[in-house]
């Protein structure tokens, strides 16, 4: 059983800033920073005063997240646009040049030609579809909200099948303003309890890219007129541009050879795209929605990193991988800041004797894969993880 202590406990004043408006990770709007992609001063912990007294006071009412908050944005006012910003954007813009050269080979009648063309469009449709639908669902692509509007409809709905407004509200709304909190950010969204573990971690991931579009579908009639209609023009608009190239420019024969290609292709990399998201979250410390901890322990005890992984870090980008509590503690930060910033945030954390959770994929998957009754079909008991109910 793990005991949080009083001190820890998430109250509202720290999740407001000294206004009374709500912290950035709480808030209504899409994207709201305050152009750094870290909170701003008085948006973290605090420390009431009546909790304090005597000779101690006056540093007692500085939290531990303000401190670390403070050393990050240091860090990201001393960089450059192209640190903050212009790797992750290259990489994006790489990733839709390579698409071209994809098609191309995928005309080809040469098996090894038409295998690599495979390849390469499998590569670039995960780096569009997870790193930069993760991107642009935290407005991380650009400094203005109305283009960080723009891009989280193009990368999620024409270039990820999906609904921008439940994907900010579930991702940004939900799991990172309630992360690993019973019923509101635990990550129950990825549990198939009907489903073997053998299936659920290596056979259904594979129909990621038909469930997709059709879960959208489902979540269509909480949206309005316009943006149901939206929603569904842009949804077409990316998979039928896919489909008509490979008919017209890769020479398909035939229309289920191209969709076939289009399924290969779009759950490439969907089996651990499952994985990473399960593996950093559940079998962790799960809070009650009425007694969670303050922010630094909440993310602290609640997100693990996975180690460095080229392939990943790139498809995925370091905030999922590698950075993820990083990308928890500070989420309007680009990936490639995440990493930047790692070692002050790892540091600190140590330094403070705070948890900094980090285990390798294939441990995290035999942990799974042995404990998946418990991690995956029944829900955790909230008194063992919290204490208090």
């Known amino acids: 059983m793990q005991t949080v202590p009083e001190k820890w406990r998430d109250t509202p004043s720290d999740r407001v800033d000294e206004k009374g408006a709500p912290a950035p990770w709480e808030g209504q709007t899409l994207f709201q920073r305050n152009g750094t992609g870290v909170p701003a001063k008085g948006a973290s912990d605090t420390t009431s005063p009546e909790e304090v007294s005597g000779k101690g006071a006056e540093a007692e009412r500085e939290s531990l997240m303000m401190e670390l908050t403070r050393l990050v944005q240091r860090t990201v006012k001393e960089s450059s646009w192209w640190e903050r910003r212009g790797i992750d954007c290259a990489i994006l813009a790489a990733a839709f040049l390579t698409l071209p050269v994809a098609f191309y080979l995928l005309s080809s009648s040469q098996l090894l030609l038409f295998a690599l063309g495979m390849l390469v469009m499998g590569v670039a449709h995960g780096i569009i579809t997870i790193k930069g639908t993760h991107l642009a669902s935290h407005g991380s692509l650009s400094e203005s909200q109305a283009w960080g509007e723009f891009w989280a409809v193009f990368f999620i709905e024409v270039c990820g099948s999906f609904t921008a407004r439940t994907g900010v509200q579930a991702h940004i709304k939900m799991h990172h303003a309630h992360t690993n909190v019973i019923g509101l950010g635990d990550s129950s969204t990825w549990k198939a309890p009907f489903l073997p573990r053998s299936i659920y971690l290596f056979i259904a991931p594979l129909a990621m890219p038909i469930m997709t579009p059709l879960v959208a579908l489902g979540q269509l009639k909480d949206h309005s007129l316009a943006q149901a209609l939206r929603t569904v023009l842009m949804v077409a608009l990316g998979v039928y541009s896919q489909y008509w190239l490979l008919l017209h420019v890769s020479g398909f024969q035939s229309p289920a050879s191209a969709l076939f290609c289009m399924l290969v292709c779009r759950a490439m990399f969907s089996m651990p795209y499952i994985h990473v998201n399960i593996f950093q979250h559940i079998g962790l410390p799960m809070f009650s929605p009425t007694r969670r901890p303050k922010r630094i322990y909440q993310m602290t005890h609640g997100v693990l990193n996975l180690p460095r992984n080229p392939l990943l870090d790139w498809i995925f980008g370091h905030s999922l991988i590698n950075c993820h509590?990083?990308?928890?503690?500070?989420?309007?930060?680009?990936?490639?800041?995440?990493?930047?910033?790692?070692?002050?945030?790892?540091?600190?954390?140590?330094?403070?004797?705070?948890?900094?959770?980090?285990?390798?994929?294939?441990?995290?998957?035999?942990?799974?894969?042995?404990?998946?009754?418990?991690?995956?079909?029944?829900?955790?008991?909230?008194?063992?993880?919290?204490?208090?109910?």
Request: charged residues 25%.
């Open 325 to 389: 509590v990083e990308h928890h503690l500070f989420p309007f930060l680009s990936d490639n800041m995440c990493l930047k910033v790692k070692p002050i945030v790892s540091k600190y954390l140590k330094e403070r004797e705070l948890p900094y959770q980090e285990d390798s994929y294939v441990s995290r998957l035999r942990l799974f894969f042995h404990r998946y009754q418990e991690f995956m079909v029944y829900a955790p008991p909230i008194t063992e993880l919290v204490g208090v109910q």
